[in-house]
């Protein structure tokens, strides 16, 4: 499969991680040096080069967005990569939404209670060097209690499918603690 890390393309380790996310509670998978470092150099270049958009809401939220880069909207819409979410989740996936997001500090989200439940796959990509956990940044999905908290990371991909009332939001980022923008590629899988 292009660009994704053969350590996750057997078929053995394939069957692994349908088992891991149907059996997880919520079901989840988290995969760390997921992309190839050659694909991954390609990205980050791509990455260094956005023009962030601040968007503020402040009842609401605070980062910073950005078109896809073109090599990761390809990768998304390839084939491989699509076969590769569809053997994970166990059925065909017909489409991968996805933004890049800056979690500079002082950003944050906040769960909404109008907000719609989307059906599907959530996904976090993260491009995040060195975090300090100590920075908060993290993203928390919750139903009445949190369920599961993924911490930044350098080349980690992160799938939870949200079910019932869950939700999810980013942690308020420490501007005294934070060195380096929380950089990640998220959306949702159908």
């Known amino acids: 499969m292009d660009n994704i890390s053969p350590q996750y393309t057997t078929t053995k380790i394939m069957q692994q991680m349908r088992e891991s996310f149907v ?19 390609v990205v980050l270049q ?10 503020h ?23 491989a990569t699509k076969k590769f979410f569809s053997e994970i989740m166990g059925r065909q996936i017909k489409r991968i939404d996805a933004e890049v997001y800056c979690f500079h500090p002082g950003a944050y989200t906040l769960m909404q209670d109008e907000v ?13 060097p060195g975090w300090d956990v100590a920075a908060g940044g993290f993203t928390s999905f ?24 869950m939700q ?9 603690v934070a060195k380096n923008p929380r950089v990640v590629v998220c959306g949702l899988i159908n």
Request: proline share 7%.
């Open 23 to 41: 059996a997880g509670d919520p079901k989840s998978l988290q995969l760390t040096n997921v992309l190839v470092q050659p694909f991954l150099r």
């Open 46 to 55: 791509d990455l260094s080069k956005i023009r962030w958009q601040p968007v």
């Open 57 to 79: 809401v402040f009842d609401r939220h605070v980062f910073g967005k950005a078109a896809l880069p073109p090599v990761l909207k390809e990768w998304f819409a390839a084939a």
């Open 116 to 128: 719609p439940i989307k059906k599907g796959v959530t996904f976090e990509l993260d491009f995040t």
């Open 142 to 165: 919750v139903d009445g209690e949190e369920k599961l908290r993924v911490l930044p990371g350098m080349n980690q991909l992160t799938l939870v499918q949200e079910e019932g009332f």
């Open 168 to 176: 999810h939001f980013v942690k308020y980022v420490k501007q005294s």
